[in-house]
């Protein structure tokens, strides 16, 4: 007997030499998914056709998508191959960043300079609650936030920045917040970004720490079903993940 073949890989996009993809990876290796990961930033190309992987995830980082470095110019005209290819992309705080300026839309920060730094509110839309549940509570590290491109539908909305989740078409999605980090993950960024605690609506690290202990539980919740909604029930390898879980 002939076992059918297993899903091809999701691209994994990510900014720096330590980072991780965290629970966002370990949930798409538990759903079936091998990951290509690669770091534009140190050198590493990105494919000209999405013909073998079955989507992509383009992660946050330090940088701001209004950079001028060659690789977050690269990054988002490369927005192009799966969006034409109609492959499953999704963008998370910078990515999303990316994606919107790909878009045609604005990355900027508030003129009141206020960022979200911490466990913030998170309120869906209607469009998004008729897709899932999501938490009330969510974790966020950005000085910049988004508009909404043209043609985009608003997932969620914060109180600081409006924009927090949106779908393009039948294909991309992108997020400002981050529900992908582990426990170890958000210990590193407490400790390497403590010196950003002092912006304007900023959070100071422990409440970081302490509301994961809080809020954590729907946060993980819903991104397996996010995940989910974007890479299986959206996606071409469909199949082949129910013929594997069968």
Known sequence: MISAPGPKPILIVLHQETSSPGRVGQQ?????????????????????TMEAHSGAVVFGGP???????????VET?????????????????????MLVNHLGGKVEGRQDGL???????????????????????????????????SGAVRLAEGDTYENQAFRYGDNAWG??????????????????????FTLPGSQVGRDHLQGRLLYDRPVLAWLQSFLDLVFVQGGEEAGAIRKRSA
Request: proline share 9%; hydrophobic share 45%.
């Open 115 to 149: 960022v979200e730094i911490g466990w913030y509110p998170l309120h869906p839309t209607e469009a998004g609650a008729a897709l899932m549940d999501w938490p009330d509570m969510i974790y966020q590290f950005h000085r910049e936030g988004f508009s909404l491109p």
């Open 77 to 97: 005209d490369w927005m192009a191959v799966p969006l034409a290819e109609n492959k499953p992309l999704l963008g998370i705080c910078l990515g999303a960043q």
């Open 63 to 73: 940088m701001s998508a209004n950079d001028e470095a060659d690789h977050v110019r």
């Open 175 to 196: 997020v400002q917040f981050h529900a992908e980090l582990t426990q170890v993950m958000m210990q590193r960024w407490v400790t390497r970004g403590a010196h950003r």
């Open 28 to 48: 798409l290796e538990r759903m079936g998914f091998p990951l290509d990961i690669r770091r534009p930033p140190l050198g590493d190309a990105l494919p000209d």
